[in-house]
């Protein structure tokens, strides 16, 4: 089956090795096993549980216990309804390996992770996209989307926390997206990786799958918990879609690591903990990209409300693919260009990570914006 290229997997695999200050990176700080278990306490009865497993396939659709954590981070769902996937990238497209079918009606919320357009297209959907606006804070236009989503809808494709962005949608609008997804008995996949990370108030945005019966929740250990390299998501929906998804996953997945399974669930029970690490990190590197941005002229942020990244726009004649290649060419400062992810003219900056690295850099493309 033909897709499109995944633009952002792209540029990763051609810039981020010969990156000098990496400000692409989606991640906060990863964590090492030491480091988590030095969080999670109970070090040597943690290590000798995990090295006296059998390593068989555990648990099918993940163990109980990674299931229960999993379940407390939302307000009404239990571990019947929660299945366990290869990241958030798993569980996106086994969602939509499920549901879509060729010629059916998607409406996809851009920007976005690209999977939420261009599978759906090569599924054989046709794909109604709804552009965010920087003049809305980043946030859907419901008048807008009304229009495109018709009776016959079949799913809204977005994510929230935003990746670029960082917007945050409001409870009382999530309420409102979901009755326009009821009139046409839509499914909503909400892509909710950053969920977890908002940045103010309670770290839990609320989740499209406690609120509506068809709304299909996604996560996974890679960016709330630091642990990108246990390639550990989930699913979260009704337990009649969950058996629709178990039924594709039978013949993808079988099971996921159980190493990865234990360490998840770990690292889930002490949630707590961890996002208050991952929060106060993420303010020290949003101070510094906001204090940086309000003294650039050539730059205007939408201050982030949630998750990890922004998405600026720049004042420079150069497209952003032109602009990020040069940059990094002159001076191994790696950012994502806008045009990746369908948005010229805007850049998208990761800030959860090495904060030296992000004062420096933002300091050298300062320097090199001038030029122009
Ligand atoms: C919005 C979004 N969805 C999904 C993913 C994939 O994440 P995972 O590591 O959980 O597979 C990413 C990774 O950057 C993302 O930003």
Known sequence: MKIDKFKVEDWFN????DALYDLADTCVDSLSLEELLSITGDRQKNLDEVFNRKLNYGDIHGSRRLKQAIASMYQHQNSENITITHGTIGANHLV???LIEPDDKVVSIIPTYQQHY??????????????????????????????????????ICMNNPNNPT???????????????AKKSNAYILCDEVYRGLNHEGNPFTISVADIYDKGISTGS???????????????AANEDIITQINNQREYNTISVGI???????????????????????????KKILTDWASKEPKVHLVIPQGGTTAFIRYYAPLSSVELCKKLQEETGVMILPGETM????????????NFEQLKTALEIFSQWLSKF
């Open 14 to 17: 051609k810039y981020e090795k």
């Open 96 to 98: 939509m390996l499920t």
């Open 118 to 155: 261009s599978i759906p297209k090569s599924f054989g959907g046709h794909v109604n996209i709804l552009y965010l606006k920087e003049e809305n804070n980043w946030l859907p236009d419901l008048e807008e989307l009304e229009r495109l989503v018709g009776t016959d809808t079949k799913i």
């Open 166 to 180: 960082g917007a945050v949608i409001p409870e009382e609008m999530l309420n409102k997206i979901v009755d326009i």
């Open 221 to 235: 250990t890679s960016k709330v918990f630091s642990l990108a390299g246990l390639r550990l998501g989930w699913i």
């Open 259 to 285: 190493l990865d399974d234990f360490f998840a669930s770990l690292a889930i029970e002490n949630k707590d903990k961890i996002i208050k690490r991952n929060i106060e990190k993420i303010k020290i590197g």
């Open 342 to 353: 369908e948005y010229d003219k805007y850049l998208r900056i990761g800030y959860g990570n």
